[in-house]
């Protein structure tokens, strides 16, 4: 069966609905899933992210290697290699962002809309933020090509205020914030916007931490009631 099902698979040439339950048999063989990660890399159409994303739970390592190989390949193409970066992003794999970020700064666009904005709304590690804040940097910079509808700010701002408040790190993200505005406001006047977006997050990381005192009190208080 498993031999049958990395044939079907790898035959791009196949049906769809054949190939995706190729790929749901493989999984469930623990020699299935090596077969997978040895044969995503050299799947070019679709069915590898499906098999990716079937995959990216069970057998993380494996899959954050294929999305490195994909994204890091000059033989691919950009929206393959874009993918791989954005899968890397949701697996908490920083080289995916710094690669995001890149391109960005080379084509000065946002290359999210929404609702893919999704994407950098992954991003909850601490080590994340001067990425995030460099990308922040190009979205203020002149001849910039933002989102007509879903602006890439309210997209990076997001996953900043995610990543504060998972980490604790306001005043960080506050100080290079402010930096940020000093260093820009004299060419992009519209930098100024993020002082009303850092009252925003101070408002959110007190509640967020009022919320967990309330929760540790009620704890401790049901604690002294099965003490008591």
Known sequence: MIPFAAKSFANTEGADDMRRVAIETLLTFDEGHEILADLSPSVTDELRWYALD????????PCVAIAKQI??????QEGERMKAAKLLI??????????????????????????????LRNVVSRDAIPLLMDLLEVAYENGFVDNKHYSIHNIIQGA??????????????KS??????ER???????????????IRLEKEVRLNKSMKISLSAAIAQVDEILAG
């Open 54 to 61: 079937k995959m990216k739970v069970s057998h993380h390592v």
């Open 71 to 76: 994204m890091n390949s000059a033989e691919e």
């Open 90 to 119: 949701e697996l908490q794999d920083l080289d995916g962002l710094l690669y995001f970020v890149l391109k960005v700064k080379e084509t000065k666009r946002a290359l999210l809309a929404y609702p893919e904005e999704s994407t």
């Open 160 to 173: 900043l205020t995610n990543t504060t408040l998972i980490n604790d790190c306001f005043d960080e993200v």
């Open 176 to 181: 290079r914030i402010l930096d940020l505005i």
């Open 184 to 198: 820009k406001k004299k060419d992009n006047d519209d930098v100024r916007f993020l002082h009303v977006y850092l």
